[in-house]
C-alpha cells in the first residue's frame, strides 16, 4: 500500500496502598483488553485516572504545574519571552505566563477526535518565529467517524500574532494518508536551521496488516526529515517524497523522541504484544529498527514473548527494552536530561503509559542500565521540559505534575 504523500527493567514497587493496589488490579483486567496498549483499531480504553503526587527521590520535590486541560500531550518554552505553550490533544494551546495563563488556539472544529489516538498531535515553533510569529502544527483532519478511516495527518502552519494564533491562517503544507485511525504519530521537533523531525506511525490497526514497517516506498512506521522557511517546504532529494526524507523506518508508533547535544536521536517506539522498547542511534545515519518483522529484540510473534539477546544483522537493535508484566502496556518519552535535576543529569527519562512507572536511563561504561524511580498511580501520556527546564509529567487523567530540586 503507498501512501499518498503532498506539498508514537520492570519496577520493583516499595510501597502499596489500597487505592493503588485497585488502580492496579483495574490496569491488569484492562490491559487483556489493550493488547499491545494502542494496537486496534477498535479497543476499550482506560477511564482517567489521577493521583497524588507522592514523589520519594533523592532530594525531588513534586507539585502541579496545572490541571487547567483535558489531554496534554507537549510543552515547549517559546522564543522571546512569549511564555510556556501546552497543547492538549483536543485541539487547545494553552500560554502560560506569570500574570495570567490563556488558550491561545483551539482548533477542535478542524481535527478528528474519533479515536482517543487522534487530535491535534505536535507543534514546533518556526525558525523565524521571533520576525513573523509562524507555528508548525501536527494534527489528524476532522472526518466522519462512521466506516473507514477518512482522515489524514496533516502538517500544518499557522500565525500567531502576539496574542493568539489566527484559526483563519491555518494553511496545510502536506499530509499522510493513514489507513486506520491509531498509530498516528505526530511529533514535531526543530533541529534548527528551518530543519525539523516528523514523526509518523506505522498506519494503525494491529500487528501492521499491510507490512508499512517494511515498505521504504512509503513514510508510514518512520521519522521524515524536512525543511520549512516563510510558509514553504523545502524540496529534498528524494524522488518518492520530493518534500520529506526518510531518515528512519521500521518504527510502530515512533510516539515521541528527542535529540540531545550530541546529535543523538532517542525514540520511545511503542510496542504491541510483549515489548516495548528505546532506541539510540544517530540522528543523520539511516536506520531501519525491524518492525514488524521484530519487536525489540525478538522476532515479532502473535503467540508467544520469547527472550532474546541475539544481534539482529539487517536491523538497528534497541538499547533497552522491557516487557508487558505487572500491567506494563505501552512506553512513553521522554527526553534527555542535560543538567536539571542534577542527580538525573546525562540519563534519559521515560515511562510507562498504564502503570505510570518512570525509569531513567544511564550510561554505564559500555551497557546503557536502567534506574527505576517511581510508579506515579496515573497513566503517563507525555514528559516535557517545564519553563525552568524542570522535568513535566503530563498525564491522562489531565494533570500536569513538575519535578524539581528541593
Not at 490563556?102 to 518565529?129: K, M, N, V, W, Y
Request: hydrophobic share 30%.
Amino acid at each position: 500500500m503507498i501512501d499518498v504523500i503532498q506539498n508514537g527493567n520492570n519496577p520493583t514497587y516499595n510501597a502499596f496502598d489500597v487505592k493503588y493496589i485497585s488502580f492496579t488490579l483495574f490496569l491488569i483486567i484492562t490491559s487483556t483488553v489493550m493488547t499491545g496498549c494502542f494496537g486496534n483499531d477498535s479497543m476499550d480504553w482506560p477511564d482517567r485516572v489521577d493521583s497524588e503526587c507522592e514523589f520519594e527521590f533523592e532530594n525531588l520535590s513534586c507539585d502541579i504545574f496545572t490541571e487547567e486541560l483535558e489531554n496534554p500531550i507537549w510543552g515547549l518554552n517559546s522564543p522571546n519571552n512569549q511564555g510556556y505553550w501546552m497543547i492538549d490533544q483536543s485541539g487547545i494551546i494553552i500560554q502560560f505566563n506569570e500574570s495570567k495563563n490563556s488558550t491561545i488556539l483551539d482548533i477542535s472544529d478542524i481535527i478528528s477526535r474519533c479515536h482517543f489516538e487522534q487530535g491535534l498531535l505536535g507543534f514546533e515553533f518556526a525558525e523565524d518565529f521571533s520576525t513573523n510569529g509562524m507555528v508548525l502544527l501536527s494534527y489528524i483532519e476532522n472526518s466522519q467517524c462512521d466506516g473507514d478511516n477518512k482522515g489524514n495527518l496533516i502538517l500544518s502552519y499557522a500565525f500567531f500574532d502576539g496574542e493568539k494564533i489566527d484559526t483563519d491562517s491555518v494553511t496545510e503544507l502536506t499530509f499522510v494518508n493513514q489507513p486506520y485511525r491509531n498509530h498516528n504519530g505526530g511529533h514535531l521537533v526543530s533541529l534548527g536551521n528551518g530543519s525539523y523531525l516528523w514523526g509518523i506511525g506505522d498506519g494503525g490497526s494491529h500487528k501492521d496488516p499491510h507490512k508499512n514497517g517494511q515498505d521504504v516506498e512509503n513514510v508510514l512506521g518512520s521519522i521524515q526529515l524536512f525543511s520549512f522557511n516563510n510558509g514553504t517546504l523545502i524540496e529534498v532529494d528524494d524522488d518518492e517524497t520530493p518534500y520529506l526524507k526518510t531518515m528512519h523506518h521500521g518504527l510502530r508508533n515512533p510516539w515521541r523522541f528527542d535529540v540531545n547535544t550530541s546529535g543523538d536521536l532517542w525514540i520511545a517506539d511503542v510496542g504491541q504484544n510483549c515489548w516495548e522498547e528505546i532506541n539510540l542511534v544517530n540522528l543523520y545515519n539511516d536506520s531501519n529498527f525491524g518492525w514488524s518483522e521484530k519487536e525489540g529484540y525478538n522476532t515479532f510473534s502473535d503467540s508467544s514473548c520469547e527472550t532474546s539477546n541475539e544481534e539482529s544483522e539487517n536491523y538497528t537493535d534497541p538499547i533497552h527494552v522491557y516487557s508487558h508484566t505487572d500491567g506494563n502496556c505501552s512506553v512513553t518519552g521522554g527526553f534527555w536530561i542535560d543538567t536539571q535535576p542534577h542527580q538525573l543529569a546525562n540519563s534519559y527519562i521515560f515511562g510507562d503509559f498504564c502503570t505510570g512507572s518512570i525509569w531513567v536511563l544511564k550510561n554505564q561504561g559500555d551497557a546503557w542500565e536502567s534506574n527505576f524511580l517511581y510508579t506515579t498511580g496515573t497513566m503517563i501520556a507525555s514528559f516535557a521540559k517545564g519553563p525552568s527546564e524542570e522535568i513535566l509529567i503530563l498525564t491522562w487523567g489531565g494533570t500536569v505534575y513538575s519535578l524539581s530540586e528541593k
